[in-house]
């Protein structure tokens, strides 16, 4: 008999277990290592209540295991609450027998019961997820570049070390960030607290005229080059700033650290952040056709799932749909299965009339590229020029944009 539950404080050594053999990539394999783990996991169910773990059991045994996250997430300069599922895991012995989709689908069913009608993941299967109903979301740039194309900074430099003790400032900069950037979250305590306790992090902070923390870096140097310690790379691992100004001090820390590191890796979600460097190729001096340079890599990762439409609208009564007007039958396919909606938008209200007749103007196409256009990661014309959506009047496909394109795809930097 198996049934999906709640894991017990004394079951997480089966829940350590599980996560290892699944995730075995940057895990410590020696008995500390799996003691600190669950340490970390304890304080995880400690510190950040909106934290769940859940499992399926064979009788007393844990076959599988994920954990279930409530968080608040902007969309669209709104706070609205999000449901997040993470560290799915199936224990080796039990793979091949659906059990995965099993505890996905329970996922989407508790979130259903609270009312919270978006879905978030980060994948490690993206098709497998794309499959059952999850979207892309918008794309990561990776730069690593010499330190010496970085621009220096022109002002007072105002940069300083933070130690946990400034947990607090480093917060509050966080969260006005989060009230600028769609799609971003807040950080949990085992965040902060896994960013401070990696020995190898440093902390920078930005402080304005106030006095006050406007943004702040975390990055470690690491080695490159095994036979020669002076080769240097900064690896940026998080950045945080509220305007301009404030990325042009952080960026102009890091350019003064190039007689210690040749290069330095940054992540970041914007897409012409390559006009801030002098020179924006690649470290990799790769090239392509037609004198082409690399500038960067891209990364998918936070994927997303509407997995209650008429909900998910009540949730977002705010937004105006570009004060558009425009109505539309919409079919979303899931599988065998599909979901017909006929949508009204005028001046940039939105509802879903009750009516089986459709619309002059209908769309086709997959809940997984209907999530990702309802979230800003792309758009109804994208999504038809690869094929993917099926259109009664092609040419009206801009109305549809026009209303539910957003300035900025969703910025999600939040690891779970």
């Known amino acids: 008999m198996r049934e999906i539950r709640e894991i017990k404080i004394v079951e997480m050594d089966q829940y350590c277990e599980i996560a290892f053999h699944s995730y075995p990539s940057y895990k410590d394999f020696s008995d500390e290592g799996k003691k600190d783990f669950i340490r970390e996991m304890l304080f995880m169910r400690k510190h950040d209540p909106d934290i769940q773990f859940w499992g399926m059991f064979e009788g007393k045994k844990l076959i599988a295991q994920m954990r279930l996250l409530t968080f608040k997430m902007n969309f669209l300069n709104k706070t ?4 997040g599922l993470g560290s799915l895991a199936v224990h080796l012995m039990y793979k091949r027998q659906g059990i995965a989709r099993e505890m996905i689908d329970f996922c989407e069913e508790y979130f259903l019961d609270q009312k919270i009608p978006l879905v978030t993941l980060l994948p490690f299967s993206p098709p497998f997820y794309y ?8 794309k990561m740039n990776r730069y690593i570049v010499p330190t010496s194309v970085l621009p220096k900074y022109a002002g007072e430099n105002t940069c300083d070390f933070a130690t946990k003790k400034e947990i607090s400032k480093l917060k509050k900069a966080h969260s006005e960030m989060l009230h600028q950037t769609h799609g971003m979250a807040e950080k949990m305590a085992y965040e902060w607290e896994n960013n401070f306790a990696d020995p190898e992090n440093l902390f920078i902070k930005s402080v304005d005229q106030q006095g006050e923390t406007d ?4 990055f470690k140097f690491k080695s490159t080059d095994a036979d020669n310690y002076t080769k240097i790379q900064i690896l940026v691992r998080e950045l945080v700033y509220t305007n301009r100004e404030v990325l042009s001090k952080l960026i102009g820390f890091f350019a003064n650290q190039s007689d210690q590191a040749q290069t330095i890796e940054i992540k970041t979600y914007e ?6 460097f002098s020179n924006p190729l690649s470290c990799s001096e790769n090239a392509t056709e037609y004198g082409y340079f690399e500038t960067n890599t891209q990364y998918i ?7 209650d439409l008429p909900l998910m609208l009540k949730h977002v009564t705010h937004r105006r749909y570009n004060n558009q007007s425009v109505c539309f039958t919409l079919t979303l396919q899931e599988g065998s299965s599909e979901q017909v909606y006929n949508i009204v938008i005028k001046e940039g209200d939105i509802e879903i009339k009750r009516t089986k007749e459709p619309f002059v103007l209908s ?8 999530s990702s256009i309802f979230v800003g990661a792309t758009t ?10 099926e259109c009664s009047d092609p040419n009206r496909i801009k109305s549809l944009d026009d209303a539910f394109s957003v300035e900025r795809g969703p910025v999600c930097w939040s690891d779970y």
């Open 363 to 370: 769309v086709a196409l997959t809940l997984s590229d209907f």
């Open 380 to 389: 109804f014309g994208k999504i038809y020029a690869a094929g993917r959506l």
């Open 215 to 218: 943004g702040y870096a975390i």
């Open 271 to 276: 897409e012409d952040f390559h006009y801030l």
């Open 80 to 83: 609205i609450q999000v449901g």
């Open 131 to 138: 499959n059952k109903g999850y979207g892309y979301g918008t």
């Open 301 to 307: 990762g936070n994927m997303y799932k509407i997995i």
